[in-house]
């Protein structure tokens, strides 16, 4: 399996980016995906996920409001439209699958998959 993301760049604060996912090899069945993002000097961190079966979608809290997961059955993508932007999203998004998710939150397992990171950079 193999994921693809696209759609980061610069964006001033306040406007607004879309990522996209691509993944080529598997299907989803129940598998929960979605995003992770790492800012320099800290940990990477869940940002969203949504269940592809139902559409199901999970958020961090300091994104709810200003980000929307969705995805693509037929094209076997996903997005994440985020609006709103602020200087502290500035990070390396990473598109993955195989999460696990409660209504705490979305963590990894040993089947995560990630993709290559894209950029997004929130100037103030």
């Known amino acids: 399996v193999q994921l693809q993301a696209s759609g980061g760049g610069l964006v001033q604060a306040g406007g607004s980016l879309r990522l996209s996912c691509a993944v080529s090899?598997?299907?989803?069945?129940?598998?929960?995906l979605g995003w992770f993002r790492q800012a320099p000097g800290r940990e990477r961190g869940f940002v969203a996920a949504?269940?592809?079966?139902?559409?199901?979608?999970y958020y961090t809290d300091s994104v709810k409001g200003r980000f929307t997961i969705s995805k693509d059955n037929a094209k076997n993508t996903w997005s994440l439209q985020m609006n709103s932007l602020k200087p502290e999203d500035t990070a390396v998004y990473y598109c993955?699958?195989?999460?696990?998710?409660?209504?705490?939150?979305?963590?990894?397992?040993?089947?995560?998959?990630w993709g290559q990171g894209t950029q997004v950079t929130v100037s103030s």
């Open positions: 993955v699958i195989g999460l696990f998710c409660s209504d705490t939150g979305c963590g990894t397992t040993s089947y995560t998959v």
């Open positions: 090899g598997r299907t989803f069945g129940s598998n929960n």
């Open positions: 949504i269940k592809w079966s139902v559409g199901t979608t």
